[in-house]
């Protein structure tokens, strides 16, 4: 069964094709990571998938169907996204991580039940990503690591199907960067979700992905498992 | 003649203060001259060529025939001046939005006031007082626009991190829309707190200065700037809800601006 399925996918931004015609398939709990040179398109198809840009032809099903039959509110629940950089939400630590799930809320009356519910989920989530002695902090005062955290967080409380990571631990310090990395890792598998992962980061894409795919010039031009890929060919 | 002449004298006193302008702009490199001498010669001519025509129009009896196209092409130049604003920012076919939201508030405010009696319908009210709320509703509609593209470009990966998350496009710019809409009537709110004590504005001068009762001018100029402010936040609310729709696709994506 394919999660992820990317047909020919094209788009151009201006006059210049970004994408030209990518095809992947991603197994139902597989983790695929992405490697290739900068401007190749990788952060392009990832904002694609979950719509947060339009492509111009192609297509990407999502469990079978496309991306353009759901409600892109609804696809973007289904589909998480983690950026390079957190960006957070003005608040605490809680409302950050709270907000997608307060989204079906905003202006009604919410019932006692479904509150003390929500509770209990935002502080599980946080225990699982490491920041439960932060939840009423002031979110904008995190380290980059913390909020980083906060962002898988709020992603996953969603209970997304998918993850699209947009290289999630460049820009933390080495400690922070295995950190993070196994933590993703660690969630992702127990819960089952299917992974995007693109990194620069050669060796983070072998350690990390079920396969690998490398991306040149809005193409994916080789995916396999890691064992089988010719490196020397991938670095350069 | 003498009092044309007078009048010239005038001008040509009252302009030394170009100088103190150009002098400052250039001292402390604030780079306004091209801007400030090309707006000074265009209000000049402007002026120069109104008033022989408002002479004429006051005083014909189908004064209305003449103001219909006068209040157009005051929306249009109002629309065009704001749009070149809204442009700058990035918004495309800004003319689009900036002209009928400063047309839709500037005439609803001035009809306001006609319907309810409290400015008569005679050219010499109707003309200048459309006037002040096209010039109001403009700066209005520059303000809000310019503040709010600001905001959004300054916070794209906020908004899209919202949109990420589900939050529908609305939702994730209502916050820069309060702050640009609220930004931009400032002046006009902090003219009005200040009215008679720092700021006595140009209707009450002109009243004043013409031997009018002060109390009269008084309530004229209190009436004039409930019809700037209101047409200017009528303005502001359909610039930003016309905004919207351009700055996003109805797939709530965040377009490039
Ligand atoms: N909004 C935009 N406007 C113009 N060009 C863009 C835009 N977004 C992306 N591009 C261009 O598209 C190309 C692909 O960008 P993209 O961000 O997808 O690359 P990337 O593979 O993620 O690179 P990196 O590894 O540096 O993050 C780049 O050349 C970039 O300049
Ligand atoms: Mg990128």
Known sequence: MQMIEIISLKKKIGSREILKGLNLSVKKGEIVTIVGPSGSGKSTLLRCINRLTEFDSGDILINGVSVREYNPLELRRIVGIVFQLPVMFDGSVEDNIAYGLRLSNVGKEVEKEKMIEMEKEIKKIAREVGIEDFLSNEATKLSIGEQQRVALARALILK???????????????????NIENLILKLVKSKGITVLWVTHDVAQARRVGDRVSVMKEGRIILTDIPEKIAWEEVYV | ????????????????????????????????????????????????????ILAYVFFSSIWFVYAT??????????GYTSAKRAEASGLSKAILITTPSITIGALFSLSALTILKVIPIKPEFIIPLAGMA???????????????????????DKIEAMLALGASSDLTVKEFERIAAKWALIPNIDNLRTLGLIFIPGTMTGMLMAGIAPITAAVYQLSIFFMIISSGIITAVIAIHFTRARVFTPAHQLVDI
């Not at chain 1, 993850?163 to 960067?177: C, G, H, Q």
């Not at chain 2, 009092?3 to 009252?14: F, R, T, W």
């Not at chain 2, 196209?69 to 109002?78: E, G, N, S, W």
């Not at chain 2, 096209?134 to 794209?156: D, H, P, V, Y």
């Open chain 1, 160 to 178: 997304p199907k998918v993850m699209l990571l947009d290289e999630p631990t460049s820009a933390l310090d080495p400690k922070n960067e295995e």
């Open chain 2, 1 to 52: 003649m003498q009092d044309i002449m007078e009048n010239l004298v005038k001008l040509a006193s009252a302009s030394s203060l170009v100088l103190v302008i150009i002098l400052i702009s250039h001292l402390r490199k604030i780079g306004i001259v091209k801007d400030f001498l090309s707006a000074a010669s265009r209000g000049f001519i402007q002026l120069m060529l109104l008033s022989p």
């Open chain 2, 69 to 78: 196209p006068i209040i157009a092409v005051m929306a249009l130049l109002a």
């Open chain 2, 134 to 156: 096209f010039g109001n509703a403009m700066n209005i509609c520059s303000l809000t626009l310019t503040r709010l593209l600001g905001e959004i470009k300054n916070n794209r």
